[in-house]
């Protein structure tokens, strides 16, 4: 009982830590994976008074992927009853192109209106259609929802780091007698603090396991796939290697310096 | 014979502006007994604090063991710690350590191997009577029984000297007995040299000792 109380503290402190950064990772996957369903839907329209080959348009700006020609034909059939094929011919080759660009990823505003810059200078184009109002709109609500999420995480991180700093303090407590009666009888530093970075890696790993745990089950889980589905976003809610190298190494890390701090702030007693 | 503690011109103090200890002269003989007494708050503990370098002198020299404590290195002083024991009147044990691993302890830091550590700390056990307690830990002993664990302790890496303070103060008749047969044992027959700190010097001494007194900040020994 003594043992599990002196891990559970840590062990909890870092756990909600460790929580909090695979949710942000999550969140921005999450973001990432919408932003990409957005670019596959978003397009700019292009009208050019002539046509334009592949190289002149990709060339315009980094940003355009792929574009396809938009065939006048809806419109000429709607003319069609009226006229005659010669006139349909003629009607066809004076219609200006219209083209659709897609881009490589969801735009800024910014990035839309350097694109926009850059397509009239081309001096075939007549018109360029961005649906910037639109778009701005979505953009808009993407940010705030990653800033809110980012601000959310922070207080998380913010308070179990002060969780932390008192444990620290407690830890300095019971530590530092140890560490005096150890220094009493000539104990280097690195042997009398050996039991704090013991105890500190331990929990780490303990603490990386169960989220590990607590991760994969939820990963695997069909309420949560179903969910994710079902507001079309597919992505990988825990990668167990890259994903637990980042919390695993978070966890080492910030135990270790906790270790380090009491090591630092030990004061020999006189 | 060798002294294994000079002290020349010594002043010790806790702050800048009173001394404790005020330009002392003594020292102590390889293999000697000596008692150090005085009247409460007179500066026996703060000497004796001095002598294993928890305290640096103010002024004058200190030499100990051949190290002098004056500016001395943090890894020097613990060089010089690993040759002393210690006994402290609260017993200053590792709360979370067993009473075994409590005894290995100054084995451990001098590095000594698993299999030689055990059989010392079995044998020790043996000589404060408390080869039964050895799984336990120090919460669960009387004061009397932890006082013999730190002795045991103290005597473990068979120190060339042995500093005590106040070791029985707090003990029974029963205890205190053991504690001095125990100091007497280890400067009798290792020939550590034992410096004890105390109010009262017991009556039933079996080996010569020397007695100093400390009084308005000097020492002077008592015949």
Do not use: C
């Amino acid at each position: 009982m003594k043992s599990i109380s002196n891990h559970f503290s840590l062990v909890i402190a870092l756990l909600s830590i460790l929580f909090t950064i695979q949710i942000f990772i999550i969140i921005d996957r999450a973001v990432d994976s919408y932003k990409e369903n957005l670019a596959t839907n978003y397009s700019v329209v292009i009208v050019s008074q002539k046509q334009l080959s592949k190289d002149t348009i990709l060339a315009i700006n980094p940003l355009i992927n792929t574009y396809t020609e938009l065939k006048p034909d809806s419109v000429i059939k709607r003319l069609n009853a009226n006229m005659g094929a010669k006139n349909i011919e003629l009607l066809k080759l004076s219609l200006p192109k219209f083209y659709k660009l897609k881009m490589k990823h969801y735009p800024t505003p910014n990035e839309i209106k350097k694109l926009t810059k850059d397509l009239l200078k081309n001096r075939a184009i007549t018109k360029v259609e961005d649906f910037a109002t639109n778009h701005n709109i979505t953009y808009k609500l993407l940010l705030l929802l990653k800033n809110i999420i980012s601000i959310f995480a922070g207080t998380i991180f913010v308070v179990t780091t002060l969780l932390i700093l008192k444990e620290l303090r407690i830890w300095q407590f019971k530590h530092s007698e140890r560490m005096n009666i150890m220094g009493l009888f000539g104990s280097p530093i690195w042997l009398s603090s050996a039991v704090l970075f013991r105890l500190a890696i331990v929990d780490a790993i303990i603490s990386s396991v169960l989220i590990f745990m607590i991760f994969s089950y939820l990963s695997n889980s069909v309420l949560i796939q179903e969910y994710l589905n079902n507001i079309g976003i597919n992505i990988i809610i825990f990668d167990n290697i890259y994903d637990f190298a980042i919390l695993f190494t978070t966890a080492i890390s910030l135990s270790i310096l906790l270790a380090i701090m009491i090591v630092i702030g030990h004061k020999e007693e006189v | 014979m060798d002294k294994v503690i000079i002290a020349n011109n010594l002043s010790l103090s806790y702050t800048d502006n009173e001394n404790i200890i005020n330009k002392v002269n003594f020292s102590i003989n390889s293999g000697g007994f000596v008692f150090i007494t005085g009247a409460s708050g007179s500066g026996k503990s703060t000497l004796l604090r001095s002598l294993y370098g928890a305290l640096k002198p103010q002024q004058g020299s200190l030499i100990v063991g051949g190290v002098e404590l004056n500016g001395v290195s943090t890894s020097k002083r613990n060089l010089l710690r690993k040759h002393i024991g210690i006994v402290f009147q609260d017993y200053k044990l590792i709360k979370e350590w067993t009473v075994e691993k409590n005894i290995m302890l100054p084995l451990i830091i001098n590095g000594y191997e698993k299999a030689v550590s055990l059989t010392q700390v079995d044998s020790l056990l043996k000589h404060v009577r408390l080869k039964h307690q050895a799984g336990k830990y120090p919460p669960e002993l009387s004061g009397g029984e932890q006082q013999r664990v730190a002795m045991a302790r103290a005597l473990s890496h068979n120190p060339i000297l042995i500093l005590a303070d106040e070791p029985t103060g707090n003990l029974d008749e029963y205890s205190s007995q053991l504690i001095w047969n125990l100091l007497e044992g280890a400067n009798n027959q290792l020939n550590t040299t034992v410096i004890v700190v105390t109010h009262h010097i017991p009556e039933n001494m079996n080996i010569d000792y020397k007695h100093f007194h400390i009084e308005f900040g000097t020492i002077h020994e008592v015949n």
